[in-house]
């Protein structure tokens, strides 16, 4: 309770109150990931941010709104959601003063601008602005018979 951290780290110099933090904190910068997934063997260096991984896989949605009881697997998810309610759009485009609720909206929005196209078809090399916007246009293969399974051959 005194405030005092002996605990540093030889890396950054940020300072810790107990031992077991520092640990904890070393292994970002040993790139050590000794916490691997049981579902998709994706590897974490702290087990806290497995435990959150793994919600993502079994559906446990802890974070609920309190105004329309919409659940979220992540804290920073509800908070992102919040925005609906409040109608606050904290993000704006630097070239049109154009605001969004979300950063990943701001981000979308800001490749009209640019005329980047980040999501290429890999049949028709057609791009796309939003990795969704690519999948629908998918569809239009699998009618034309365009896309084969590659074990079988058949379109």
């Excluded at 709104?65 to 908070?79: A, E, M, R």
């Excluded at 109608?87 to 800001?110: G, V, W």
């Excluded at 791009?127 to 074990?151: A, N, P, R």
Aim: charged share 20%.
């Amino acid at each position: 309770h005194t405030g005092e951290k002996p605990y540093s780290c030889d890396v950054c110099n940020v300072s810790f109150s107990k031992k077991g933090n520092l640990t904890t904190h070393s292994r970002i910068h040993a790139n050590r990931k000794s916490f691997f997934c049981s579902i998709c063997n994706t590897s974490f260096s702290m087990k806290r941010d497995l435990n959150r991984h793994i919600r993502a896989h079994i559906g446990e949605k802890p974070y609920s709104c309190s105004v329309c009881n919409k659940s979220f697997p992540y804290k920073s998810n509800l908070i992102v959601h919040s925005h609906v309610h409040t109608c606050e759009k904290p993000y704006s485009c630097n070239i049109c003063n154009k605001s969004f609720s979300q950063k990943r909206l701001l981000t979308t929005h800001s490749l009209t601008h640019s005329g980047e196209r980040p999501y290429p078809c890999n049949i028709c090399n057609k791009s796309f602005l939003q990795k969704d916007e690519l999948i629908k246009h998918f569809s239009v293969h699998i009618s034309e018979g365009l896309y084969s399974c590659t074990i079988c051959n058949k379109s």
